[in-house]
């Protein structure tokens, strides 16, 4: 059955610097998405992604954040310049038709 | 705006026994979808069941249930017989509109423990 890939499973990094969490979503999948759950908390809606460009984003999602489909398999998410706060696990998602979320990968800024 | 809300933080179950968590929704639009999901303790998100406000029937995969209640703008999760291996965090979640490409918001969840 096809599935949502993501790497790394976790990534600790060092406040400020800069991290690329990556996401094979499904491969006939059109829409793509990034949310965001800080631990004990509630999933967080981020970005969504169709047709090569973002087509909603949150208020969580600033300058910081970038997304980015650069072939065509992979979809990224960029945070340019950590901070303590973004420690979280990230779930990337696509969607067919129902969304899929991959397995998260865990944040961890120190 | 759209809001979901969980009001069970926690709930402690006897195996075997049927479950309802508990979820309303707030909402002025007609098309929505309502979702549940499943997270265990190793954090990946799991689909279990959909409802979309159209539909007449309740819906059912396997053992869960959704007692939809659109009036009450209630969508509960029903486990029949659980397990053991049902411990984990629920989300109630939702979309609007109807679309299937759109984001989804959480609720907070609600931490099920089965007790053996």
């Known amino acids: 059955e096809p599935e949502v890939t993501q790497t790394p499973s976790h990534q600790v990094t060092q406040m400020g610097q800069e991290v690329i969490l990556r996401c094979v979503p499904i491969s006939n999948h059109l829409y793509f998405y990034w949310y965001r759950q800080i631990l004990g908390q509630k999933v967080e809606f981020l970005v969504s992604?169709?047709?090569?460009?973002?087509?909603?984003k949150s208020e969580i999602f600033d300058d910081q954040f970038s997304v980015e489909r650069p072939d065509g398999s992979n979809f990224t998410l960029k945070i340019r310049s950590t901070k303590l706060e973004d420690s979280a696990m990230y779930f990337c998602a696509s969607s067919g038709g129902e969304q899929y979320f991959g397995p998260g990968t865990r944040l961890t800024v120190t | 705006a759209q809001k979901i809300t969980q009001t069970q933080p926690g709930m402690f179950v006897q195996e075997k026994e049927a479950v309802t968590l508990d979820c309303t929704y707030d909402t002025s639009d007609q098309s929505y979808g309502l979702f549940w999901y499943k997270q265990p303790s190793s954090g990946e998100m799991i689909f279990l069941i959909y409802?979309?406000?159209?539909?007449?029937q309740n819906a059912t995969e396997g053992r869960y249930s959704l007692n939809f209640q659109k009036a009450r703008k209630s969508a509960n999760l029903v486990i029949s017989a659980s397990q053991l291996g049902d411990s984990a965090m629920y989300f109630c979640a939702m979309r609007w509109p109807m679309n299937r490409d759109d984001k989804i918001i959480f609720g907070k969840g609600t931490r099920l423990h089965i007790l053996p």
């Open positions: 409802q979309g406000s159209y539909d007449e």
């Open positions: 992604f169709y047709n090569n460009e973002i087509s909603e």
